[in-house]
């Protein structure tokens, strides 16, 4: 119960009111949250009393509120019955509070409940205990006697310690495996140094080892035989290869889709055009995918802050809510963990949502449910579950401290698992959310908030044509620097390369177009080996997504071995984007700014052609 103080229960608790979800909430309640009493965790000591407020009445919409003791089996029944029966036929949701609650061993076996619980509380749970209460109960009711309990209770524990032991046995049998094969790799190693049987006696210390200290003890006993010069065993070179494989396997794979439904394997198709295809503002292009996109998909939903009615604050979505229904466009509350929250659980049950995030400063509020839930849930079931939403918003760059922002950093550290889009423009935004829409797996895209009323030309295959994950453009070929951004910089490089041009600087532009994945045919490298000299240009803090690319680039793809300077990066301040234009533009890099890090970086090479 104590985790009813976390702000995402009562924004669920009033977004399943508002909705009329048929929800059925249980809250457990021991009267503890770890060691602190309820007293301190909840106002007037119970949750049902504290969410009074949210409960239906004759003339309006909320919860029904039920309230039972933990102990007393046949009143919950009789109010898990009715009240669950209640919300199948109305669709009101629920709340069970099951006070009285006992906790037999406290929170954690660190946690004992004997260090804050009274003696009255514990000679109180002793007897109120759920299963003591239950035994009591079926033996008034004439439904077994005690002798008969008491069979079945040995019973049940021996059926718990037999499974308890067969759980262990094929949970250590590999390991033990594995331990006598490191064993007899050691029996092998003659005549034995001083250190090598410290190691072996270190194993054979170990009553029931895991398998990574077997696996541990086995590099570091290569690591003693290349430091002494002996010759290493094939069989040992052979143990750690096989091990690295198969928990490779076991714990790394599924992070993403491995199938057919990968992102990575739908088919690129191009833009076409012709001489009827339209300029348009960029959220004109937009609002023809989506409604091409609604008509194409009938499990297609979408949602968010003002997204129903008025058609998104960028009129992506307007009139479309009047085409397609309330039901699959609508509006939400100011109530982002939900809004993804309600994304993750649709897309488990098979339909493709669209949750709107309505600035990506405000994807911080929603980050907790992608980071824990969207983002690993393939992962966490090995690859059987999947949740294919999409999340869109849009940022990098306007006015003001609220709106501006592009914490990139934070959003890919977080959010390892999904696929995170950085369009340069809208053209390019349909076409990732073409890519998602044909695939099986989660992403982001972050549409460039001052881009909305630029003009670009439609394609004709608005609903068709796609954009590849990981794989950057060449915006512009050039021989002397490699510039890699991505989002609303691209506009910015694109003029800075124009006014460097005039100084006989040739800049070939990149634009990274998804940072997760960055990359995955090495394009950027193939630049740097051309150009010899790299620069990355992003609207985060320093450190945050430019510290991911150079990763990329330096450490994962090798491009330090093709750098002539040293690679360089020009970030946004440390602070939050300050108000009005003049704080954009102190506050980001600007065209003058990309100017002169490059020429710079040039003057470095030949101070002679550029003082």
């Known amino acids: 119960d104590a985790s009813t103080s976390e702000g995402v229960f009562w924004e669920t608790l009033n977004a399943a009111a508002v909705q009329q979800v048929p929800l059925a909430v249980f809250v457990w ?45 046949p009143e919950l029944v009789e109010q898990f019955r009715q009240g669950i029966e209640q919300v199948r036929i109305t669709h009101q949701p629920v709340l069970f509070h099951v006070d009285e609650v006992t906790q037999p061993q406290g929170h954690s076996t660190s946690g004992s409940h004997e260090r804050y619980k009274s003696k009255e509380r514990l000679q109180w749970e002793k007897e109120h205990d759920c299963i003591v209460q239950i035994e009591q109960w079926i033996i008034r009711e004439g439904l077994a006697t005690a002798e008969q309990l008491r069979e079945i209770r040995m019973n049940a524990k021996a059926t718990a310690k037999a499974g308890r032991d067969a759980a262990w046995r094929a949970f250590n049998g590999p390991a033990k495996k594995l331990l006598q ?19 072996s006696h270190e194993l054979e210390l170990h009553t029931h080892p895991q398998l990574h200290e077997i696996y541990s003890n086995a590099r570091r006993l290569r690591h003693l035989l290349r430091r002494q010069g002996k010759e290493m065993p094939s069989a040992l070179l052979q143990l750690l290869r096989t091990v690295a494989q198969e928990q490779t396997s076991t714990y790394g794979r599924h992070l993403y889709s491995e199938g057919e439904d990968s992102a990575l394997r739908v088919p690129i198709i191009a833009p076409t055009y012709s ?55 609508f509006d939400t509350g100011i109530r982002e963990w939900t809004i993804m929250g309600q994304a993750f659980g649709m897309s488990m049950r098979g339909l493709r949502p669209i949750g709107e995030i309505q600035y990506l400063d405000y994807l911080l509020y929603g ?22 939403a999409i999340i869109r918003t849009r940022g990098h760059r306007l006015e003001g401290i609220w709106h501006s922002g592009s914490p990139m950093g934070m959003v890919i550290h977080a959010l390892r698992g999904m696929y995170v889009c950085t369009p340069r ?133 090798g491009a330090y071995r093709y750098l002539d300077a040293a690679p360089q990066t020009l970030t946004a301040k440390a602070h939050r984007p300050a108000y009005g234009s003049d704080g954009d533009y102190f506050s980001k890099p600007n065209i003058e700014d990309i100017y002169e890090k490059v020429y710079s970086i040039m003057h470095e090479a030949n101070p002679q052609r550029w003082p």
Not at 488 to 502: T, Y
Request: with cysteine; aromatic share 8%.
């Open 181 to 199: 094969s490191l064993l007899d790799i050691y029996k092998g190693l003659a005549p034995e140094t001083e250190e090598i049987q410290a190691l």
């Open 367 to 388: 980050l907790e449910p992608l980071s824990d839930d969207l983002a690993t849930v393939r992962w966490r079931s090995n690859g059987i579950q999947k949740a294919p």
């Open 425 to 557: 423009n809208t053209v390019q935004a349909v076409g990732m959310y073409n890519t998602l829409l044909q695939s099986g797996e989660p992403g982001l895209v972050v549409e460039c908030l001052n881009g909305y009323r630029l003009k670009e030309r439609a394609p004709d295959n608005i609903g068709t044509y796609t954009v590849p994950m990981g794989v950057p453009e060449i915006l512009r070929e050039g021989q002397d620097i490699t510039l890699v951004t991505y989002g609303s910089c691209i506009r910015l490089a694109e003029q800075a390369c124009d006014l460097l041009a005039e100084e006989g600087i040739s800049v070939e532009l990149v634009d990274a177009q998804t940072l997760l994945p960055f990359d995955l045919e090495h394009r950027t490298l193939a630049s740097i080996q051309k150009t010899n000299r790299l620069l990355v240009v992003d609207e985060d803090v320093p450190g945050g997504a430019s510290a991911y690319i150079l990763q990329k680039l330096v450490d994962e793809q």
């Open 275 to 329: 001489a009827e295809s339209p300029t348009q503002n960029g959220y004109q292009i937009l609002n023809a995918f989506f409604d091409s996109a609604l008509q194409k998909h009938p499990e297609l939903y979408a949602f968010g802050e003002d997204v129903g009615q008025i058609g998104g604050v960028n009129q992506s979505f307007a009139k479309l809510q009047e085409k397609y229904g309330r039901e699959r466009v």
């Open 29 to 73: 309640d021991d009267g503890y949250g770890i060691s602190v009493p309820k007293e301190f965790q909840t106002a007037k000591a119970s949750i049902s009393e504290a969410i009074a407020g949210l409960a239906a009445d004759e003339e309006n919409n909320g919860f029904a509120i039920n309230k039972g003791k933990g102990w007393n089996y």
